[in-house]
């Protein structure tokens, strides 16, 4: 097999990182400008990390599935999207800095995209998705002059535009010296983090602080490169009210070695690499993916890991065809077993990776934290959606219900109630989903599965 076969000239490696101008990091929705929910800035991203790949155009386009896969949505919806271009285009916000006086430029206050369109193709049946920039502002979000550096794999991984927004204006300070954000007042930080204008003279700083920064802080840790803390508080002239906010952010010391480097394509590889990126190919990986992979775990790891993919597409027939090969081997490299080397010299695993049988014995268990989770992202998903969607939402929900307990205790406490939730998140399930909303695919419980699996000391 040659180095050609495998590493066509068409199929270079994407960097995974992308740049994003300060300015861009703190976008500040005005009064009447739209609310920003969290798939809509992720798309953003995505579409502005295509945009700097491709240089300096007029208009830019890219299949829709590559563009629905980088966001990490799952479905084949494309209203959904389409939705999420007509917000991007009519959401007015004013572009600055989260540091004041950064930069002397002045910009006006624009949409997040001036244009887009969704072409399909009658006879192939491609989609293609076009979108353009506003020219007072493209020239600064494709070639940054400060800039934040971002993981398209974190941002994936957060779940609210709280996380997402805070996560990309920390990103911003991890390479300063003080690993400090800006400081600004709380008011400044709350339309940013939530994606909608605020009247400044309403609310209180204990509830931002509860549902928005505590919530948020917490997402960021918990799934991408940084570790973000709070500072204390600074206070008014009173003492008692408070004022203005800052955080302190660091790389995790995982992360460390990563960052700053660029990707690039293998290089030097020897032929049994070439033979064992071309076995993840067979097995459905896309080959950028199974490079990135390879660098990222090495060649041991990544070879052992993909044994195991291996088997398990062995037993389809058993278990069902694997739906993402990509995302069930990238789960196995994340979740390693440490195998010490007992007195007798033999590897015995200290938390053996489950069986296929145990997986079975345990899939009520895993059935329902997948479920709870679930729930969680689309109760979620639904307090990020718009306002008036959530209304006409809230009001098909009611006309649903026939049970008069549930009727009056949601009239009464809404539906975040612990009597309703549950059923309002099975009536979101079915909205956007069908009726198999609830329905894990074997994949699903596998990935679980492998999750709850003890990661190596």
Known sequence: MSQSDLFPVESPQRDERMLKHVNAVAIMPIKGGGKISVFERRLYNVLLHRSQEEGDRTEYSARMHEIAKDCA??????????????????????????????????WDACGLLSGAAVRKNKKTNAVILEWRYDSKIKQQLLSPDRYARLTLESITQLRTHAALALYEICARYVDNPGHKTARQHWR?????????????????????????????????????????????EYRERDNKTISDIQFEVHLKARSQAKVGIQKKPLEKVQDGDLQIIGRAVKAGVPQA???????????????????????????????????????????????????????????????????????????????????????????????????????????????????????????????????????????????????DWNKPSPDDILSLALEKTPPAS
């Open 73 to 106: 949505f799952d479905s084949n919806n494309t209203a959904h999207i389409k939705k999420a271009l007509t917000n991007l285009m009519k959401t007015i916000v004013e572009w600055q800095s989260p540091t004041t006086n950064e930069i002397e430029d002045v």
């Open 289 to 435: 993916d199974a490079e990135r992979l390879y660098r990222s775990h090495g060649a041991e790891a990544f070879e052992n890991k993909l044994a195991e993919l291996e088997n398990r597409i062995s037993m389809n027939l058993k278990l069902g065809p694997v739906e993402n090969p990509y995302g069930y081997l990238r789960t196995l490299l994340r979740n390693p077993i440490q195998e010490p080397t007992g007195q007798s010299g033999l590897k015995q695993a200290d938390s053996p990776r489950p069986t296929a049988k145990e997986i079975e014995m345990n899939k009520a268990a895993l059935h329902e934290e997948w479920l709870r989770r679930k729930k969680d992202e689309l109760r979620a998903v639904f307090q990020e959606s718009p306002e008036d969607e959530q209304q006409e939402l809230l009001a098909r929900f009611r006309a649903s219900l026939t049970i008069q307990p549930m009727i009056k205790r949601f009239d009464s406490s809404g539906w975040n109630h612990k009597m309703i939730r549950d059923a309002f998140a099975g009536f979101l399930g079915e909205e956007w989903f069908g009726a």
């Open 188 to 232: 400044w930080w709350r339309p940013v983090l939530c994606g909608q204008a605020y009247d400044e003279e309403k609310g209180e700083y204990r509830y931002f602080k509860r549902d928005v920064l505590q919530p948020a802080i917490a997402e960021i840790n918990s799934n991408t490169e940084l570790q973000v803390r709070l500072l204390p």
